[in-house]
């Protein structure tokens, strides 16, 4: 807002430039001083500014080639060359790629921070022209990017099948999928597929089927009806974080003293309604379910055309969702078809939730590696049916709301779960494996045994934060002299370390479900443990009561035990509690959402024939003769894979296996 300082500062950085004779540097300072003369008077002379620093840091392949392509694309769009706006839109998002491999996680935020209103300026640029498959595949560079970088480099998959490019110094990096991609695996699965994307102030939805067709609308005017559903949302979740919730809201139960300075134990005072009444929300605000399913269903009249409302509303099957940000709150399940009261979308649909179409390929069990080589994983070499973790007691977490920073410690009180007590026994029994409970449930033993679990369950508080990571479940109480802060309790960030195997992982614990909005996607408990390399979580959206959400759990394993994947157990349950009049509010049942691939039984491999290709974890490769954007030679690397403890370095030769160090 102050141009003509502006101004004086870009003249004297114009005048530096040329002292020092950097030419880039020239051309950037041109460009922008031209940016704050009148469009009309200066347009020549902004234009052969921004052409100038295109051209030159192309040639340098510089660290903002990406940002003066696109400056440079948006220049020759305005002007009507959109041919060759497109060339050089893609050009950006190449270079961005490209930059991305060899950065670390807080440099990459710092990109996607500053990339991401580019992307959604080239998503919108397409849209508008009607560019449908070229703005699917440019949104997968903004939405859920990071995530999908995390478990690539993270995670030992089959290579099969994909797109492997390499970056600076030798990196590795998954290209994001082509729409043909996605629809191959749609068709694989019968599978349908939502995906949502904030274009700046548009909002535009696709929808893709497993024969291939595709829709795409500009979903902007049910923007006012999706901002109310967020509002009633952060409404719910705020009142129940006052409610003492930093953890569930639960019947009663016998606390010790709390320490000096601690906050005292919260105690829901309600008494155990009869059989045949119907309970009373979390919450002391009946009407908050109806009010949500009336938003609910004014957001999905306004949100989906006719032609998919009749699709969703007679077909039923398989749905993947993609939402953005903030739209990871929402209940997708719990959606009316019609007026708050009809039928509801997970009536006849078996709904997952994922941060990006390219996570959603990440997890196909046909990538999964032979279990000889996970040999190397740290902890126990024991192989477990389930993990356990819950009936942690009152107690209280301290825990630096800022991680690493001295002074920003914050102490929350959670109180003793009757209903997590009875719920471990049941988990335990229809499950075995190890059960962490009590004072057993200490941070060094969940984390030993984590990675080797088929299905992980937790019965514990859970606390969300607005940095997503930082998010955390309440383990067993470590109050002594000396203990460091947030020792009794599992961060998102503590599982994005780990390397898991879980099919399932189920956090019955309040708000799980929730966490912060990133740059280019969401991120809470629930990504985390897709990073991590779980196959699907169980998360919940709002607290939970304590008694239902034992019910809840219990009907949900034995829908598993018939032999179901999760996605269909999931839909049984809430179907079950919706016709029970204890349970028919939904703010019992709407809350539970899967977040991953949970449209496969646990433990039962896909009846597809697995990927072709290498195994190994994108992290463990270096390719140090490659140039940037280099395709990766995965036919010459058939028979390369890598265990846990290996890594490996492609020669002119073939690859060089090492130990990892």
Known sequence: GAPVEAGEHLRRATAFAQQIGDAGYLAQTRAALAELDPADAMHPARALALRGAYEYSRRQQSSDHWRNAFEWARSRARDGAHAEADALFRECLDALERLRGQLDDAQRYHLMATAAPAVQYIVKSLMQRDQHTAAFEASEHAQGRAILDSMFAHQPRRQGARRLRAVNAGGIALAPPTLTEVVEDLAASDTHLLKLFFAEERLYAWWIAPDGGLLAWDASESRPALERVIEVLVDWNTAGANERGAGMVRTPAA????????PPPFEAARPEPAAAEP??????????WPVLAEALARWYATLFPAAIQTCLAGRGGQLVVVPHPAI???PFAAMPMGCADADVLGQTWEIAVVPSAGCW???????????????????????LPALVVGDCGAQSVTTQVIPGVAGSEQTLWFGDLRGARREVDEV???LGGVVLRGRDALKPSVTQWLPNAGVVHFATHGHWHALGDNSYVVLADTRRPGHEPGSNALFGRDVQALALRAELVVLSACQSGLGGVHPDSYIGLGQSFLIGGARAVLISLWPLDDEQTTRFID?????????????????????AFRDDPRSADGAFWAGFQLLGRPLAAPGRRALATPFSGPMFCGGDVN???SSPGDELPLAALRGLRLRFDQAAILGRDGPTVVAKR
């Open 255 to 262: 606390a010790p003293a709390p320490a000096m300075g601690d």
């Open 279 to 288: 309970a009373t929300p979390v919450g002391a605000v009946p009407a908050r």
């Open 328 to 330: 990871f709150m929402v």
């Open 428 to 430: 335990r029994r229809r």
């Open 623 to 625: 390719w140090p003769d």
């Open 555 to 575: 009907h949900f394993y034995a829908a598993i035990g018939t032999g179901g994947s999760a996605a269909a157990a999931l839909r049984a349950t809430q179907a």
């Open 361 to 383: 390929l990440q997890l196909d069990p046909r990538r999964d590696v032979d279990a000889d080589l996970r040999a190397g994983l740290p902890g126990s070499s024991a192989t």
